[in-house]
């Protein structure tokens, strides 16, 4: 499974931005989609997460203003952010897991700026 992130940009404090994440497969039968971050220095994070039949979670640091979704007819994951916050600012990767396996994508820079 190949997966190409994108969306990400340079945005003030406040801003918006939604991040895509296309699979080369059909994500229906996938487990678990995901979005996790790593920030200069940092491990990489899991941000928000949605299972097959649709129930979310969110780590804490974004409740409230990350939302998670999926289109199986697209094939698409996406991640909406809204109220960023320069702590925000890290390399956004798309996970897919199938059949036990994991599969990322390249990541997309996510900029907030105070």
Not at 12 to 31: H, N, P
Not at 78 to 92: F, I, R
Not at 100 to 107: E, I, L, N, T
Request: charged share 15%; with cysteine; glycine share 14%.
């Amino acid at each position: 499974v190949q997966l190409q992130a994108s969306g990400g940009g340079l945005v003030q404090a406040g801003g918006s931005l939604r991040l895509s994440c296309v699979a080369s497969e059909s994500i229906a039968s996938m487990t678990g989609l995901g979005w996790y971050r790593q920030g200069p220095g940092d491990q990489r994070e899991r941000v928000a997460h949605i299972t097959t039949g649709g129930r979310t979670n969110y780590a804490d640091s974004v409740k409230g203003r990350f939302t998670i979704s999926r289109d199986n007819t697209k094939n698409t994951v996406y991640l909406q952010m809204n109220s960023l916050k320069p702590e925000d600012t890290a390399v956004y990767y798309c996970n897919a897991v199938r059949a036990g396996f994991d599969h990322w994508g390249q990541g997309t820079q996510v900029t907030v700026s105070s």
